[in-house]
């Protein structure tokens, strides 16, 4: 691996493992997070990629709970990432058409409708703050015809549930990891949703 990879991936680890300590502090966490330690090997990495892909994209692969900001020459950067559970995770590509920081969170009406008793109380939104289910930055997800499909990536404040199927059909990172994501992704870029086959697709 280059120097410049080494030193890149040093810089990421540093900025996130210093972020997550702060984070996992917050009191808004509760007793779950006291106890909880982040792994390492979810901190964000420099890694090469089996797939030659365009520089600046976003490919999630739901089968290893890895999400990758593609750099050039098959190098990207790997964040560990919680996505949706059973058949609410969506595969498909999209595209980054806004973007929030400390977002207010809606729920989508499907999501009312399947778990009324979780979510009704909801209805009229939830300001943003760190006990938002959006967490601290939001990636809004488009499609082909420019049209909000209520797919997120996103912060959360909840870090043990990353490496999980977990979410409505969105992907999660711990807030750091989300705001040094949200930094580097503009407005259009693609992200790719990758299928669920049981098999290590990306990285």
């Not at 966490?29 to 090997?41: R, S």
């Not at 990432?81 to 806004?98: E, I, K, M, P, S």
């Not at 711990?174 to 669920?196: C, F, M, Q, S, W």
Request: proline share 6%; aromatic share 10%.
């Amino acid at each position: 691996m280059s120097d410049k990879i080494m030193k890149l991936n040093r810089r990421i680890f540093l900025a996130s493992g210093a972020a997550a300590t702060g984070l996992l502090a917050a009191p808004a966490l509760a007793h779950k997070a006291a106890d909880f330690v982040f792994p390492e090997e979810y901190q964000p990495k420099v890694v090469r990629t089996k797939i030659k892909y365009e520089p600046n994209e976003i490919h999630v692969d739901p089968n290893t709970f890895k999400l990758y900001w593609t750099l050039e020459k098959r190098q990207a950067i790997r964040y560990t990432v919680g996505v949706g559970r059973a058949n609410l995770y969506h595969a498909g590509t999209f595209t980054v058409g806004a973007k929030r920081e400390w977002p207010r969170w809606i729920p989508t009406p499907a999501m009312i409708k399947r778990q009324p008793e979780q979510y009704e109380q909801f209805k009229d939104g939830v300001p943003g703050g760190i006990n938002n289910p959006l967490g601290a930055r939001a990636l809004y997800l488009y499609d082909e015809n420019n049209r909000d499909t209520y797919l997120r990536i996103h912060g959360t404040n909840k870090p043990w549930t990353i490496g999980t199927a977990v979410s409505n059909g969105c992907a999660r990172l711990i807030n750091d990891h989300a705001i040094d994501l949200y930094n580097r992704v503009p407005l259009g870029t693609k992200v790719v949703l990758h299928e669920k086959t049981g098999e290590q697709i990306v990285g």
